[in-house]
């Protein structure tokens, strides 16, 4: 039987450009190549695409761009024949392709943009689609669509850019500190910053404006949060959840990827019961956002044991040691497995 040729997407136009090449990284080592061909496709931070053919520790390295390694390509638009179309130097090669898995964090690739071209051209995709991915990384819709199923969601308030500090100072008033000033649409905490008192406000707007034209700012839930890996679409596998031990402040970018004062322990430390709650609500907020294929849902868990839906990652980190995998792992399922269990439900569908 013919290998599966599937396109794994790398880099791309976003702060989290060097995450992305960490996750394809730990996808491509770990894809099953008895039953799947991976095409590495790279985007380059200005936009550029590349059928990409060196070694997959260039990718890591972001050392991955050459011209002896990369030839310009496009998708294909015939929703007839998915294809990845390659403009070598002998002209134009058509590379048929069975599904796309854009291992793309953030904007223009994990906010329905990329999903979109896919889908106009007719090409199974690992993941969720337009309206999911889309809605997902914008933190104020998500809230308000999980509590319209019941979920409870942090107080807040958002901003525009034009509203001016003012307006923000009343809101921070409103809210109480200490509160989280953040991004509408941005992921890894790119731009968050907590605010203990009202000094602090207007350079935590300047720093949350600097990534997006809307801001939120958010209560600070107390508690700890605890994290979800949700796989599937119409029959869902949940990972055994995990729990985020920090030291001091929030867990901001550079603890997310050296864990210098924080912990991750999986499973979460409290009793099966309130392990199965955490479980029930994240199938709930997956399917409340239209999610399929994978996502991970973060909530908070409070002193008084009130579940708070804090965000969901539609791509999440997914290197050997992300908190998507372990999660997984230690429900049973490995990394290959995974990886093998995305595709077929991208192909299926």
Known sequence: MSKLKIAVLFGGCSPEYGVSLQSAAAVLRHIDQSRYEPVMVGISQVG???????????????????AETCTPAVVCPDRNAPALLVFGPGGMQKVRLDAAFPVLHGRNGEDGTVQGLFELAGMPLVGCG???????????????????????????????????????????????????????????SYGITKVLERGQLPAALELAFAYDDHV????????????????????????????????????????????????????????????????ANAKRIYRALGC???ARVDQ???????????????????????RYPNMMKAAGMSFEQVISSLIKLAVKQ
Not at 48 to 66: A, H, K, L, M, Q
Not at 163 to 181: D, K
Request: with cysteine.
């Open 48 to 66: 550029d695409w590349f059928r990409y053919t060196g070694p997959v520790d260039n990718i890591e390295s972001d050392t991955w761009y050459s």
């Open 130 to 188: 337009v309206l999911a991915s889309a809605l997902c990384m914008d933190k104020d819709r998500a809230h308000k669509l999980a509590q319209a199923a019941g979920v409870a969601v942090p107080r807040s308030a958002v901003l525009e850019r034009w509203m001016g500090v003012t307006v923000a100072m009343a809101e921070g008033e409103t809210l109480g500190y200490p509160l989280f000033v953040k991004p509408v649409r941005a992921g890894s």
């Open 216 to 279: 939120i700012l958010e209560e600070a839930v107390p508690g700890f949060e605890v994290g979800c890996a949700v796989l599937g679409s119409k029959t869902l596998t949940v990972g055994e959840p995990d729990e985020i031990e920090l030291a001091g402040g929030f867990f901001n970018f550079t603890e997310k990827y050296t864990l210098e004062t924080s912990a991750i322990h999986v499973p979460v430390r409290i009793p099966v019961e309130q392990r199965e709650r955490v479980k």
């Open 292 to 294: 399929q294929g994978f």
């Open 300 to 322: 908070f868990l409070t002193p008084d044991g009130r579940l708070v839906f804090n965000e969901v990652n539609t791509i999440p980190g997914f290197t050997a040691h992300s």
